[in-house]
Structures are given as C-alpha cells and as structure tokens.
Nanobody
Framework: VQLQASGGGLVQAGASLRLSCATSRRTSSNNGMGWFRQAPGKEREFVAGIGYRTGTGYADSVKGRFTISRDNAGNTVYLQMDNMKPEDTAVYYC?????????????????WGQGTQVTVSS
C-alpha cells in the first residue's frame, strides 16, 4: 500500500488548508485512517482519525478547527484545517490503521505516507 499526502504549504494564522491522502489499494477502504503530525524537536502526535463506519476522533488541540473525512470509496482521506495557529506547524502524515477503527497511537497503524509540511506564520 502506498500513501501520497498533498496539500501542505505556508499560510498565515487564521487561514485554512486541506490535506489529502490517496491510497493505492482498495483494502484501505475497510480500514481506519488517521493523520499525525510531528513538529521539530517533538514526538509524532495524533491529530485526527476516521474509522470504517465507526466515526471520527480528534486531538483536543485541534477539536473544533480540524475536520477529517474520506471519500465514498474509502481510498482517500482529507483533513480540513481551519483557523490555523502557529502551533499547528509540523510535518503531517497520513496512515492506514491495522483495524477497521482508528487509533490514537502510532503503533495502531500499518502504513504511512511520506509527510507534507505545513507552516503557519503569526
């Protein structure tokens, strides 16, 4: 399975971005998917997840500002990021869960994308 993340860039605080992550195999349509991020000098952290017919979840730091969704085929996952803040600056990674649900730990995921840089200026 290959994941291709796109949509990162440089924006000002308060702006919006939408990240996309396309997978290469249909098997991901029955799996949960998630977005993680890693800022310089920090550990990778969970941002948002979406299950296969099991709902969504968010980190407290992005709840109410970010929205995760996936297309009907289940092969592409999106992360809509609104009202962005400088602390959202990080490399964002998409991943395919080992299960039909999403998880909040990196170990819950079996396939990872290459990452896309998001930079929010103040």
């Amino acid at each position: 399975v290959q994941l291709q993340a796109s949509g990162g860039g440089l924006v000002q605080a308060g702006a919006s971005l939408r990240l996309s992550c396309a997978t290469s195999r249909r098997t991901s349509s029955n799996n949960g998917m998630g977005w993680f991020r890693q800022a310089p000098g920090k550990e990778r952290e969970f941002v948002a997840g979406i299950g296969y017919r099991t709902g969504t979840g968010y980190a407290d730091s992005v709840k109410g500002r970010f929205t995760i969704s996936r297309d009907n085929a289940g092969n592409t996952v999106y992360l809509q990021m609104d009202n962005m803040k400088p602390e959202d600056t990080a490399v964002y990674y998409c991943a395919v869960s080992r299960y039909s649900t999403y998880g909040r730990r990196s170990a819950d995921y079996q396939y990872w994308g290459q990452g896309t840089q998001v930079t929010v200026s103040s």
